[in-house]
């Protein structure tokens, strides 16, 4: 059974810091693309950063978070992070992870991903 866990969310206040981890179980980490998505109340969800498959793990950013949320892999703890610095208030959502196979550059597309974790909130306020 894959699995994907999200944690690490909270409430931060505006210029601050968290980071989420993701543990993906029940699949081969390294031939997956892994996503993050996040959905705001009554908004549409939209990927926020992503690390390709090998062997071209590239990582991709929506433009709303490059220079602010940074994301990483540990292949040994089957992990991704996202490290999110500089946090506003429009970055307040539920953010989930997602594994797909990603044959193309769509990473921001869900229909990319077979795979979701639960969600973890992201609170930013004063």
């Known amino acids: 059974e894959v699995q994907l866990q999200a944690s690490g969310g909270g409430l931060v206040q505006p210029g601050g810091s968290l980071r989420l981890s993701c543990v993906v179980s029940?699949?081969?980490?390294?031939?997956?693309?892994i996503v993050w998505f996040r959905q705001a109340p009554g908004k549409e969800r939209e990927g926020v950063s992503c690390?390709?498959?090998?062997?071209?793990?590239?990582?991709y950013y929506a433009d709303s978070v490059k220079g602010r949320f940074t994301m990483s892999s540990d292949s040994a703890k089957n992990t991704v992070y996202l490290q999110m610095n500089s946090l506003r208030p429009e970055d307040t959502a539920v953010y989930y992870c997602?594994?797909?196979?990603?044959?193309?550059?769509?990473?921001?597309?869900?229909?990319?991903?077979?795979?979701w974790g639960q969600g973890t909130q992201v609170t930013v306020s004063s």
């Open positions: 997602g594994a797909g196979l990603l044959y193309g550059t769509s990473w921001y597309m869900e229909y990319e991903y077979d795979y």
């Open positions: 029940g699949l081969n980490f390294d031939d997956y693309a």
């Open positions: 690390i390709g498959r090998t062997p071209s793990p590239d990582t």
